[in-house]
């Protein structure tokens, strides 16, 4: 699904699967999505007998790191239902998180990010301030599994 080109995209357009299916609607919708990223640790092994005075390079465990989403509060519980979802131990609680990003115009998804066996670690509201002009805020941080691209 990959759409290679010589300038880069632009990061503003973007939609967000929560696992439901749908990126349409002000619950699909996200004003920031921390970046996304994964790393294969490294095992050092080396032999007392080994010819040679350096170690060998093996490879380790794969980790994904943790997601964070922010977006404006809109009165909506659906976050606090998954992780309520999610600390009651409920196995089905835990959602495949799709994000895609979307070239300039919006007509074709160039890029798209799988957050497997997603599942919420993380929700903060606020800071509220009764002298402030600023939108209240939700966040929400996911740890996954895996993460696969197209």
């Known amino acids: 699904m990959a759409v290679l080109r010589e300038r880069p995209y632009a990061q503003f357009n973007f939609l967000v699967d929560?696992?439901?299916g749908t990126t349409d609607g002000p619950?699909?919708?996200f004003q920031e999505c921390s970046a996304i990223?994964?790393?294969?640790?490294?095992i050092e092994y080396r032999n007392g007998?080994?010819?040679?005075?350096?170690?060998?390079k093996l490879t380790g465990l794969a980790r994904a790191s943790d997601v964070t989403l922010k977006r404006?509060?809109?009165g909506s519980l659906s976050l606090y239902k998954w992780l309520d979802q999610i600390?009651?131990?409920d196995p089905a609680a835990l959602r495949n998180v799709v994000i895609h990003l979307q070239n300039e115009d919006h007509t074709m998804i160039v890029m798209t990010w799988k957050l497997l066996?997603?599942?919420?670690i993380k929700h903060r509201s606020g800071p509220l301030n009764g002298k402030g002009t600023d939108v209240a805020m939700e966040e929400l941080t996911l740890a996954y599994e895996r993460l696969e691209l197209e």
């Open 18 to 20: 929560l696992g439901t």
């Open 27 to 29: 619950e699909a919708g």
């Open 37 to 42: 990223s994964m790393s294969v640790d490294v």
């Open 49 to 56: 007998n080994e010819k040679e005075n350096h170690p060998r």
């Open 72 to 74: 404006g509060i809109i």
């Open 87 to 89: 600390r009651n131990g």
């Open 117 to 120: 066996r997603a599942r919420i």
